[in-house]
């Protein structure tokens, strides 16, 4: 498909990380990359474990880090762990620079809102056609319907404080606050000295939330902390979904447009990361020969079911976590699994737990009620219980 036309329809992490692999790999592809804000990545900080991303994707996702840390802890009301697993966050602003950095001015668009995909063109809300042989559409998520889902939700405040917090490693997850709204946790990057994201987070079966309130609550826990006057450099919020079961082929239906992100099925079912598929998902696409539409669209397609069929074992353990527990004790299944050792734990959050990881997260006393449990871990994907 030497000297063809590609168009990437959304300028969020996995259209950006795609952009990024072909433009390192492919000079022959003519690629347009469109994005209806005036930046590329929104208002976002995206983390993974060292051991989420392989040799081949570290090179497309370090040089976008804002931050790494050599270790991370865990605390919960029976348990407190320090991890030495490195941890990474990347940033919007990382992204951003990033992509206007290795791709030529004509090669990108902002500010170009988008009405339609369709395989052989994307249509602005202008009314302006964009052709191409090949297109892929990258702008979040659409109907989710077909999938059984719950929700992470969260609001992140950056704060830059008036003297050192103190905080040398990032909290991962601190359950041991009020567990009144479900699994609750506080998640603590500690960037500087000085400067730290806090975000409250939230596991429930609906995605409702109040952000006045979860303001309040962070305010709560940093005084809590001890780290003293703080101002609000920035915000984030958003709504990651928790994968218990439904149809991924469903992400699929209408025209044959090969899918990114959440838009195709592709984040972890348990923690909603979707950062190491999209490095993954970006260098399967810059290997490709044929980088039409329907060549695309089946690739991706069979990808998203590959990985769909293969993380079953999670969408069975959230089904346990949202099913078997009531709202106040879901954090003791969490409390339970980071008895583990730390290579089943990083094994779990690249989704490359084994059959014998598997039998040792399943082993031992239920963290919930035995029959709630049983119930859970025995109802196929899709159904509910009582």
């Known amino acids: 498909m030497a000297g063809k036309r590609l168009i990437i329809a959304g300028g969020g992490l996995s259209g950006c990380l795609a952009a990024l692999a072909l433009a390192g790999r492919r000079s022959d592809v003519e690629l347009l990359l469109l994005e209806g804000a005036d930046r590329f990545g929104g208002n976002h900080t995206w983390s993974y474990f060292d051991a989420d991303l392989d040799a081949a994707a570290r090179p497309l996702v370090e040089p976008l880090r804002a931050a790494y840390w050599d270790s991370h802890e865990i605390r919960f009301p029976r348990r407190r762990r320090v991890l030495e697993s490195g941890y990474n966050s990347v940033s919007s602003e990382r992204l951003d620079a990033a992509v206007r950095a290795a791709l030529p001015a004509d090669r990108f668009r902002l500010g170009a809102r988008i009405a339609e995909v369709a395989p052989d063109a994307v249509t602005l809300v202008t009314g302006e056609r964009l052709e ?61 000295a000085t400067d730290m994201l806090v975000e409250d987070t939230y596991y ?36 990651l979904p928790v994968a218990m079961g439904g149809r991924v082929e469903r992400l699929w239906d209408g025209p044959p447009v090969a899918r990114l992100g959440l838009r195709g099925g592709f984040f972890h079912p348990t923690t909603g990361y979707s950062l190491p598929d999209a490095a993954r998902n970006a260098l399967l696409l810059s290997r490709q020969i044929d980088l039409g539409s329907a060549a695309l669209h089946a690739v991706f397609r069979r990808e998203a079911e590959r990985l769909w069929g293969a993380r079953g074992f999670y969408r069975l353990l959230n089904r346990m976590l949202f099913r078997a527990a009531p709202g106040p004790e879901r954090y003791r299944v969490l409390e339970h699994f980071y008895r583990l050792d730390a290579s089943v734990v990083e094994r779990f959050y690249a989704a490359q737990t084994t059959l014998v990881d598997k039998a040792r997260i399943l082993s031992g006393k239920p963290p919930v009620r035995i029959g709630k449990a049983i119930s859970a871990l025995a109802n196929k994907e899709g159904q509910t219980t009582a």
């Open 132 to 192: 191409a042989d090949g297109v892929i559409d990258a702008r979040g998520p659409s109907d989710l319907s077909a999938l059984d889902l719950g929700w992470q939700y969260f609001l992140g405040r950056e704060l830059r404080f008036a003297r050192p917090h103190g905080l040398a490693r990032p909290i991962i997850m601190d359950a041991t606050v009020d567990q009144r709204d479900g699994y609750r946790f506080v998640y603590c990057l500690p960037f500087s």
């Open 204 to 239: 429930r079966l609906s995605a409702d939330f109040d952000l006045a309130e979860l303001g309040i609550r962070i305010d709560a826990y940093v005084d809590a902390q001890g780290w003293g006057r703080a101002e609000t450099v920035r915000e984030e919020h958003g709504v």
